[in-house]
């Protein structure tokens, strides 16, 4: 049980202990670790990369976690967003999740490369679990890792007997009797550290999942980080004590430099990688496309990224950049269509690392997405349900896409004011339903706490709603 898949021969994850990594070094190891990587593909050999095909062509990019010699795909399959009957995310709305559809997705991931698949007992509404255990179980247990998280949220599930009877049903849903990796899910997140002490410490469940991990019934310990620094901190302070064999981050090229300035109580994933590095704790990404904001840029940003690279897509950027530093473990994506799984796989069959000219190239990109004011929400939907019956990310993302496409007009006597306007109040009907409007919104607060991104959300809901009745009265 201590692997369960055959080392690869080499490691890209081995990081100099003992220092940050400068631009400059990141820079000069992207060569040595692409170069690397290239050569570790799923049939034994690398192979050229040129324009896009429609089939990807299976050379899967792995990296090797030096704990336990797991030789894991670079592209992880994130099971938040499993398909529904619907054809949408499951995490919207109250649609069953299309098993077949699942069952096709991972068998076609599986078939090129890809073994790392991330779940919790909290995505799609509690039922992701039991479909990926569904769709995996066909397959041979050697094949594939499982990741799950301990996603004990609320109260009442803080108590050592509740998060255990969490735990072992993650075992009975996923049908597998040891995990391959475990993660204390949203550290930082709530009240911070003194919530992370009634989750983990008091109740003493990290105590019994260390002792899980020496029985070999889990793998690789590890947390998920949202929020807040000291947490994060305080957890890589007590490695020594707890040797974490990974961790799991929120980085793109966006929030490498500029977390923070979104939001002030975010914290760069350039200090969160460099952390980790320092210590050779292997990198878990996720969001490497910001909740599909680096997939669904601003046109100028998309012309720009086109320009450069006119057979890449927007989203590739991004998970290259993910993808070629060293110490990277797996980057993680949901994947709710096979488009957009085939699209992830060219990117890593096999990785073409960044130059120092594409990384210097995507900072400048990221400044200039900075100056676009969008709401930094992620679609994540932990702020789900509302009360109110709200669709909350909904309302936030139309006016984020909106803002991209420059149909927010400031004034009926700017150019195109009123195709800008029909574009805004057309689309608004059409993505949120009228009972599901930020017009709805009481202020209660509920949502804001859950929120990663620490976005003020009934302030934004009632200055998007202010827009609204601003533009339903202006004719222009």
């Given amino acids: ?58 050379s899967m990019t792995y990296r090797t976690n030096p704990s336990t010699g797991d030789r894991v795909s670079l592209l992880g399959f994130g099971m938040m967003r499993l398909p529904s009957v619907g054809g949408r995310s499951a995490r919207e709305g109250n649609e069953e999740i299309d098993q077949e559809m699942v069952n096709r997705l991972v068998d076609y991931a599986i078939a090129h490369g890809v073994n790392y698949f991330d779940t919790s007992p909290a995505y799609c509404q509690g039922k992701s679990e039991h479909s990926t255990g569904i769709a995996l ?33 993650s075992m009975k849903e996923l049908q597998v009797d040891y995990l391959d990796y475990l993660l204390l899910h949203g550290v930082g997140m709530g009240d911070g550290m003194e919530e992370f002490r009634h989750r983990f410490i008091d109740n003493g469940l990290l105590d019994f999942l ?26 890589l302070s ?22 923070r300035q979104i939001n002030p109580r975010n914290t760069d994933a350039e200090y969160l990688y ?7 704790i292997p990198a878990v990404i996720m969001e490497p496309l910001l909740g599909g904001r680096l997939s669904n ?41 096979m488009e957009h799984l085939q699209d992830n796989l060219r990117t890593y069959s096999p990785l073409k690392p960044l130059t120092e000219e594409d990384f210097a190239f995507l900072q400048e990109t990221a400044t200039q997405m900075m100056s676009f004011d969008t709401i930094p929400c992620n679609d994540c939907k932990y ?22 496409e420059g149909n927010i007009p400031e ?14 109040l057309v689309g608004y009907g059409r993505s949120v339903p009228v009972m599901r409007q930020a017009s709805r919104c009481i202020g209660c607060g509920q949502c804001s706490p859950h929120c990663p991104q620490r976005i003020d959300i009934p302030g934004e809901l009632h200055r998007i709603d202010a827009y609204v009745e601003r533009l339903k009265q202006e004719i222009g």
């Avoid at 490695?239 to 490498?256: A, C, E, P, S, T």
């Fill in 297 to 337: 840029v601003p046109t100028t940003v998309f012309a720009r990224l086109k320009e450069r690279e006119p057979e890449m897509s927007a989203a590739s950027w991004a998970f290259r950049f993910a993808g070629s530093l060293p110490g990277v473990q797996t980057v993680l994506s949901g994947m709710t269509r």
């Fill in 411 to 424: 004034s009926s006597q700017d150019p195109g004011y009123r195709k800008a306007r029909r574009a805004f």
């Fill in 137 to 169: 179980s066909r397959h041979p247990r050697n094949k594939y890792f499982i990741a799950t998280k301990m996603s004990n949220f609320a109260p009442s599930t803080w108590s050592l007997e509740a998060s255990v009877a969490m735990y072992r049903n």
């Fill in 383 to 404: 702020c789900m349900p509302c009360p109110y019956g709200l669709d909350i990310p909904a309302i936030l993302l139309h006016y984020n896409k909106c803002l991209n």
């Fill in 274 to 280: 460099n952390e980790l590095a320092k210590r050779s």
């Fill in 1 to 58: 049980m201590k692997d369960s898949m055959s080392p690869g021969t080499m490691n890209e994850n081995i990081m100099e202990k003992g220092k940050n990594i400068s631009r400059r070094d990141f820079l000069k190891r992207i060569g040595t670790a692409g170069a690397a990587a290239a050569g570790l593909t799923a049939c034994g050999k690398g192979e050229k990369t040129g324009t896009q095909s429609a089939e990807p062509a299976g």
């Fill in 210 to 235: 260390l002792e899980e991990r020496r029985a070999g019934r889990v793998r690789n310990l590890g947390f998920s980080y949202h929020g807040d620094v000291r947490v994060f901190d305080y957890l």
């Fill in 238 to 259: 007590q490695h020594g004590r707890y040797k974490w064999d990974f961790v799991q981050i929120q980085l793109n090229y966006l929030d490498w430099k500029y977390a």
